[in-house]
């Protein structure tokens, strides 16, 4: 049986190539227009939280009787990496962590487990505690957000305009979720002076059952004649405040008071806020849209923006501004335009070096190859599911440099058979007969040298994992155009030299290299000797290089996270963000910015670090007008903060590229008692503030919270029938009041609290003459029956794997990188960690160990990658030999990678670690053709050493023009923060490699192979 020659069949069923070639065109032209775009591809949040409220609790309670046994059930979940806590007065959160590894398909699996063990264990936990509050959507994305603003609403009736809009997106395709940011919860106080109710004889708890009752809705039965049903309805719940007012309460004498007379009943927004949202200074409720997965985020924004014109035009005239704080559409847009410019610039540079070393018939071919390709990968990514986001377009960029090689070097041989007199159709079948099974074993050689990035079970891998898929993708279809449809297009194109008069290879480029190449060959242990010097001055070079794991995003935005001492009271959480806000208005650099009192923004962007919900926590996002504009206001307000707020915890920070960190430098302390954690951490802190590159230093709980304790006198409490509890509700009434019923308006309900007055809620001696109602109707002093004592206590708790930890965490200078910091404090902590007790230990967090098991994820798989190579070189080569020859190649790119990387000073991170691994694919690619062509040349009768200098000379043109291809295409991408150190590493890698393909490959060979001159 005849071997099959795909471009043989090609030539012979022109027609149906020609169909097949348009039929590829127009599905991938349609297959490009339908795919999604997004800013970053998506990865999966392993991350629950489970938030469990325990009122009246200290830190270590809930740590002990909450925390503690949650985590221990939760060490059974599978797929577990770890488990950590945060334990706080009243309230626990646990953050259940699963493998970086873990199939995403098995994720629902795991979170169902999670949900059981929660429901099984519920009676475990105390009678007062609430139950778990679950969320599994950590990594929601809310690329739009709506600041809605007015001078003359209320905020309740903002609220109302801002839930209009929200009903109004909801039916909008492809808007997933709409949800409500800022908006003031409504109450209705009933404020009193305790020491007034006391002298009318009036239980305050009395009132609160009074009300309670009266409002309760209670079913009163129904009358059933036969012939009909009638409802009975008791009337008594409130209809305004003023139906409140009017409520009689009986004082002890027998007397009635009005509620109104005695206490003052009014509606208000709670008081003190737990959150808010303000734009520009002012107070706003926002609007925050998430899209479903799959969906185009372009399209969205087009229907979002248009929804958003219907609704500004009917809420302008009502005093209402809405204005966008985030638009990810706008940011995609700019983002698939910006990096589409560079993937056609890559394309013309490609294009230039076809036109000028083939000649613009053969560039023609090489030219029109490559839509085909770019048709067939669309089409691919449309059927795989595949966006268009920051690293498949990036992935793309880098496939242009590769994707026209095949083409480039089936184009090449058949210029040369045509050159050498052969017909059009022979020479376009003997190029697949001699190249097309080296092609494809080079081919699915360099798409094996992705490998790692496409199985790494990591979140960095899995971030980048359409770099392998993509590459792949186009390699193979650009191996399938060079095989049938390039020749087809050569058949149509390029011309026949019927009278041949110039010899092949004997031009003036041909000469000189020649000569150059005996000249390696006869001094090969020279040049060998030279090549490994080199390589180990790279070796030691790229010791000096300084190491990254993601660069800092493109994104002009800033975040300032304000982080007061534990316990600090809302208001001034507010006050100092409002001072920040003054500092920033009228700046020339800023366009907007919005503040969150009390927790985090949105996550408008993927890779964001959130913060949980806290009073003395607040967030201010800064848009800039562009990068310059960014960075100099990141320098403004570094020095802002460092003169004026130096001894708050204040940073401001870029937003960052692939999977979150937050703080760059970060150690953990662990050990069994908290006392001997903190006291270790401490010394650590007092170390990283030494180094000179870091600022912002801090631990993540090392404030204690003020406490007064109230020793009650339990034998003269029972006397007066005062029990514990009881005394504790009425104290949590007068200070922070208590819920007593719901006022129902419309689809609202609105909680009616009683609480002391504002002046005795906030006096400090109050405590000293508050009166505590006993059974017996009469009152007592509360100094009569308890001692008050003031006392501090943890504020906070973090626990890693059921182990006390705390975490000091640092920000770098912008002149160094956080790896490096990172080390140079690890050495100074030798010493402590040598000193420290059993049981205690010091961990490295942050920007490194991420880095750290990014690159573990890659090296698990580079022995499964290395067998595939393996494997595919011994299927060509059939020979031990040969295979070591082309193996010894692989890691010569790195002294040209050393040498970029020192002399444009770049760093080297994850990605430009996954280009230095594809590099070695695309060095080995190019040796094995070469290896290859020689033996070939040998069983045509040639010497080896007439082989060695002849399949040299003929391969030399092929291996420099896809070499520059690959090297020039890689121009575009030098500007980009995150793909310029990938870009840097190719680059310099494949040239020095190219060079070394052709000058030192063919000396190893002859030294190995001992091969005498002839």
Not at 1 to 19: G, T
Not at 152 to 173: D, G, T, Y
Not at 687 to 705: C, G, Y
Not at 729 to 746: C, D, F, K, N, P
Request: net charge neutral.
């Amino acid at each position: 049986m005849p071997q099959l020659n795909l471009s043989k069949w090609a030539i012979r069923n022109r027609a149906i190539v020609l169909y097949l070639l348009l039929a590829l065109l127009i599905s991938g032209a349609t297959a490009y227009l339908e795919l999604p775009q997004n800013e970053d591809p998506a990865f999966t949040f392993k991350v629950m939280t489970v938030k469990v409220q325990w009122p009246g609790a200290t830190a270590r309670e809930v740590e002990q009787q909450v925390t503690d046994r949650i985590e221990r059930m939760l060490q059974e979940t599978p797929w577990l990496d770890n488990v950590s806590s945060i334990s706080k007065p009243d309230e626990a959160v646990i953050f259940v962590t699963l493998k970086e590894g873990m199939p995403r398909s098995e994720l629902r699996n795991a979170w169902a487990t999670v949900r059981k063990k929660l429901w099984d264990m519920r009676r475990s936990l105390p009678d007062d505690a609430g139950r778990p509050i679950i969320n599994d959507e950590f990594g929601d994305t809310y690329g739009s957000i709506y600041a809605f603003t007015s001078d003359v609403m209320s905020p309740a009736e903002l609220e109302r305009e801002a839930s209009f809009a929200r009903q109004e997106l909801l039916k909008i395709a492809n808007v997933d979720k709409v949800d409500l940011i800022g908006e003031q919860e409504e109450k209705i106080y009933i404020e009193f002076d305790s020491n007034k109710i006391a002298a009318f004889g009036i239980d305050p708890i009395r009132i609160a059952t009074i009300l309670k009752t009266q409002n309760a809705m209670e079913p009163a039965g129904e009358i059933v004649s036969h012939a009909e049903v009638m409802k009975l309805r008791v009337s008594g719940d409130f209809h305004s405040v003023r139906s409140i007012q009017d409520i009689g309460i009986p004082a002890a004498h027998g007397k009635v008071y009005r509620l109104g007379d005695i206490s003052r009943v009014y509606r208000d927004y709670e008081d003190p806020p737990h959150f808010k949202m303000r734009y520009m200074g002012n107070e706003a409720v926002g609007l925050a849209i998430s899209m479903t997965k799959n969906g185009n985020v372009i399209k969205l924004g087009k229907a979002l923006d248009k929804a958003m014109a219907g609704i500004r035009t009917q809420l302008q005239p009502k005093g209402v501004e809405v204005h966008q704080v985030s638009d990810q559409p706008k940011v995609v847009k700019q983002a698939v335009s910006r990096f589409m410019k560079s993937l056609l610039e890559a394309l013309l540079i490609v294009l230039a070096i076809s036109f000028a070393s083939l000649g613009w018939r053969a560039g023609m071919v090489v030219a029109l190859s490559i839509p085909v390709v770019m048709a067939g990968t669309f089409l691919l990514m449309k059927l795989f599911g595949i966006d268009l986001q920051r690293v498949s377009i990036g992935a793309l960029i880098i496939a242009i440099g590769l994707l026209v090689d095949d083409a480039m070097i089936a184009v090449e041989m058949m210029k040369v058979k045509l050159e050498q007199g052969w017909n059009k159709s022979s020479a376009a079948i003997f190029a697949y007969s001699s190249t097309a099974f080296p092609m494809l074993i080079g081919t699915l050689i360099t798409a094996a040298a992705f490998l790692p990035v496409g199985l790494a079970k990591s979140s960095a891998g899995e971030y980048t994992i359409s770099i392998c898929i993509v590459v792949t993708i186009s390699l193979l279809v650009s191996w399938l155009v060079a095989v049938v449809f390039t020749p087809y297009i050569g058949y149509r194109i390029m011309a026949e030299h019927p009278n041949v008069t110039e010899k092949l290879y004997q031009n003036w480029f041909y000469t000189r290299f020649r000569k150059l190449l005996v000249t390696c060959i006869e001094y090969r242990k020279t040049v060998i000797a030279a090549t490994l010097l080199l390589f180990v001055l790279s070796l030691l070079g790229f010791a000096k290089v300084e190491q990254q794991f993601f660069p800092p995003s493109e994104r002009t935005e800033l975040l300032v996270d304000v982080w007061l001492p534990e316990g600090t009271a809302f208001s001034l959480t507010e006050g100092v963000t409002q001072e920040i806000e003054q500092k920033l208005k009228d700046d020339p650099n800023v366009s907007s910015y919005v503040s969150y009192i009390g927790g985090s923004t949105p996550r408008f962007y993927l890779p964001l670090d959130l913060q949980l919900p806290a009073l003395n926590y607040a967030q201010i996002v800064i848009t800039t007008r562009d990068l310059q504009a960014r960075e100099a206001e990141l320098k403004k307000l570094r020095n802002i903060l460092d003169s004026e707020y130096a001894a708050l915890g204040i940073r401001v920070s870029r937003l960052e590229n692939g999977p979150p960190v937050g703080y760059p430098v970060q150690f953990r302390i662990i050990g069994q008692e908290l006392d001997k954690v903190h006291e270790i951490a401490d010394q650590v802190l007092q170390t990283v503030k030494q180094s000179p590159d870091t600022k912002n230093v801090s631990q993540d709980s090392s404030e204690p919270i003020k406490t007064i304790d109230i020793e009650l006198d339990q034998g003269k409490a029972r006397a007066l029938g005062i029990s514990s509890q009881a005394l504790s509700r009425y104290l949590q009434m007068l200070h922070s009041g208590i819920s007593v019923t719901q006022y129902r308006e419309g689809d609202k309900r609105i909680e009616v609290v009683m609480r002391a007055e504002e002046e005795d809620r906030r006096s400090e001696t109050f405590l000293k003459h508050v009166r505590i109602p006993t059974a017996n109707g009469k009152f007592v002093p509360l100094s009569d029956i308890a001692t008050l004592s003031e006392h501090t206590e943890e504020g906070i708790v973090w626990r890693l794997n059921r182990m006390p930890v705390v975490t000091v965490r640092a920000d770098v200078t912008d002149n160094v990188q956080a790896s490096e910091v990172s080390h140079a404090i690890e050495q100074k902590l030798d010493l402590l960690r040598a000193s420290l007790p059993s049981g205690y230990r010091i961990e490295t967090g942050g920007a490194d160990e991420d880095s750290d098991k990014a690159t573990e994820s890659i090296i698990a798989v580079l022995p499964l990658m290395s067998f595939i190579i393996l494997t595919l070189l011994m299927w060509q080569l059939r020979q031990f030999r040969l295979v070591a020859l082309v193996l010894l190649t692989a890691p010569l790119g790195l002294i040209g990678v050393s040498a970029a990387l020192l002399a444009f000073h770049v760093p080297f991170g994850f990605v430009a670690m996954l280009g230095m691994i594809s590099l070695a694919g695309m060095i080995m690619r190019n040796s094995v053709i070469l290896v290859d062509q020689i033996e070939q040349d040998i069983k045509l009768g040639l010497s080896r050493y007439a082989a060695i200098v002849d399949s040299t000379v003929r391969r030399a043109r092929p291996i420099v023009l896809t070499a520059a291809a690959a090297i020039l295409a890689m121009i575009p991408l030098t500007t980009s923060v995150f793909w310029g150190p990938m870009a840097i590493v190719i680059m310099g890698g494949l040239f020095v490699a190219t060079l070394l393909t052709l000058l030192f490959l063919p000396a190893l060979y002859a030294a190995w192979f001992n091969v005498k001159r002839e």
